[in-house]
């Protein structure tokens, strides 16, 4: 595998790796755990891009990018398929995650489970609240955010959650970066401004409802 | 812009517009709104690509699928802009919304303001617990989900967004989907099966959280 990494770091230093593409490998990761968990030790292209609405050229091709997965007469071994896209997600290590903002976005996120499949665990959240601070949700104890650098380097925390209302958003995220954060997924409707090397997602919840209302405006067919 | 809709009914019907593009429009909607109200009247290609990191080449790419927006010397006319993108995008019309689930999550969602900006309005909830039903969050009233049928045709609720754990999610969305709803935005980790005339678009987060690790462990340049 370590020849699929270094094309993958090729590819991505190069940047010929489409967003969309990395995107459907976290798609290809949830329907293989889906499969292994119904008993199936292998697939094929056809049966993944047919569980998710692909083609089967798809799925080779999106594949392709990262290296040769799968074996001539017997298709994709999905535990080695999962190890591989893991590996490629960086996944495959624990990702120790801060949520700032314990509103009721925060305490929703706290407790939800789809990101514990992923690897990622929630290390500690943090609030300005007094009535909040050293109190526990979910079993995760709640940090004053001015305490953000020392918790961050003791846990070894790289990605954070912005659960704030819009107006206290850049402060928050201006906190994180001070504190060495690296990645930051944005709930706050707001666009932040942040150093190059710190990568940001913003998960805008009004756009999935506007592309949405664009699928059922315009009857577009399911993909 | 008559021709403009001609135009997207077409491109859309013969799949010609990339879903990449239709995100986009999202984007450029937010930042047009934010213009206006820093009080610009214009704007350019190249301002609007720069606010979202975004090429002017880019910008002007994707508008054209839609029609021709721009003036020869002024540039693009925020509010017009604005108009044309909500026509697009087809949020230029009301949209109310159910919501079904008020556990954190649901209740999240309810007081979450993005939706505002974009023509849509919770018009109804729906829980299946008796503690909740009868009570109002929001200012919205919530609903017996075995009354869904009554209350989306009274209130023309045509989209719904599903905020109920994962082993619910199927019931609930076929339930929807006997009251009539064209869409839906599902926040449960699991994939629907839904009729093929039904929009769904599925808010994995933790999908969201392996696309940042990925950017983080590549240190992707930034788009």
Redesign the interface.
């Known amino acids: 595998m370590s020849e699929a990494k270094n094309k993958?770091?090729q590819a991505?230093?190069d940047?010929q790796v489409p967003?969309?593409v990395?995107?459907r490998?976290?798609?290809y990761?949830?329907?293989l755990q889906?499969l292994v968990r119904d008993g199936h030790e292998t697939t094929s292209s056809t049966q993944l891009g047919g569980?998710l609405g692909f083609t089967d050229a798809q799925v080779r091709k999106d594949l392709a990018y990262f290296g040769q997965f799968g074996y001539p007469g017997i298709g994709y071994r999905c535990s080695e398929l999962i190890d591989a896209i893991k590996r490629?997600?960086?996944?495959n290590?624990a990702?120790p995650?801060a949520i700032v903002g314990l509103?009721?976005?925060g305490?929703?996120?706290m407790?939800?489970?789809?990101?514990r499949?992923?690897g990622?665990q929630i290390a500690a959240a943090f609030d300005v609240d007094p009535a909040k601070i050293g109190k526990t949700v979910e079993g995760i104890q709640i940090f004053d955010l001015a305490d953000v650098d020392r918790i961050a380097k003791e846990r070894g925390i790289?990605?954070a959650i912005i659960a704030v209302p819009?107006p206290e958003a850049q402060k928050v995220a201006d906190a994180l970066v001070g504190a060495g954060i690296?990645?930051?997924?944005n709930f706050a409707?707001v666009?932040l401004n942040l150093p190059?090397?710190v990568?940001?997602?913003g998960?805008?919840?009004?756009?999935?409802?506007?592309?949405?209302?664009?699928?059922?405006?315009?009857?577009?067919?399911?993909?």
């Open positions: 993958l770091e991505a230093a940047l967003k969309a990395v995107s490998l976290s798609l990761l949830r329907e889906h569980l490629i997600l960086g996944t290590q990702w995650l509103g009721n976005l305490r929703a996120l407790g939800y489970r789809g990101f499949h992923g990622f790289r990605l819009a690296e990645g930051v997924l409707p666009t190059k090397q990568q940001t997602i998960v805008d919840l009004a756009i999935e409802l506007e592309q949405l209302a664009f699928a059922v405006a315009n009857q577009l067919p399911q993909t």
